[in-house]
């Protein structure tokens, strides 16, 4: 009886994921994600088409996991900045991904992500031309900024099984980030800039 297309693809990309984290495109291997989801590797083909593609869906599936969990808001930046790190924190493998397609896909931008990154700067500013964010910087830059931030403090252990610092450590890191990224953003005069650590 044939399996479940839904449930072939989305154990195809569970394994995808894990070997594209570790080895990027070049160094990937098909029969290893095969072997890795218990299906024959000619369904990789069947599926996403390419090597490539199977990357491109991975990749997009990573977008929409952080667009979900750190949904964004221009009214709180500092803790979309929290949301953000949490979630870059627990899946270190995402920023993985994220450089082995600006390596390996440069130029590549995804539907998802590109409409994303629209609302955002959308969203980003109107708040600085409503008083509600601060203006002196293009609101390019100042996303550019805050996920930045969020994003590279927020990063777990590099390596599966490493250390990634004492939970006093990054409660710290958390605190700094979501604190900096309300002084970033708040407008000129606008009080005092220290966030909660929540």
Do not use: C
């Not at 990937?28 to 599926?47: E, M, P, Q, S, T």
């Amino acid at each position: 009886m044939p399996r479940d297309s839904r449930t072939t693809k989305a154990g195809l990309l569970r394994a995808a994921t894990d070997e594209f984290a570790a080895h990027g495109i070049a160094g990937a291997r098909v029969d290893r994600i095969a072997a890795a989801a218990g299906y024959n590797k000619n369904l990789i083909y069947v599926h996403f088409g390419s090597k490539e593609q199977l990357f491109d869906a991975v990749y997009e599936a990573a977008v929409a996991d952080i667009l979900a969990a750190a949904p964004f808001d221009a009214d709180d930046l500092p803790g979309y900045a929290g949301a953000l790190f949490d979630f870059h924190f627990a899946h270190p493998h995402l920023m993985r991904l994220a450089r082995w397609h600006s390596l390996e896909r440069p130029g590549e931008v995804l539907p998802l992500a590109e409409r994303a990154n629209a609302e955002k700067l959308r969203l980003l500013s109107a708040a600085q031309g409503d008083g509600r964010v601060d203006a002196g910087l293009p609101p390019q830059a100042m996303l550019a900024l805050l996920v930045g931030m969020a994003t590279t403090w927020g990063e777990g252990s590099p390596e599966p099984g490493g250390a990634a610092g004492s939970a006093a450590e990054i409660a710290a890191r958390r605190h700094a980030v979501v604190v900096s990224v309300g002084r970033l953003t708040r407008p000129y005069g606008a009080g005092p800039a220290d966030a909660p650590a929540a």
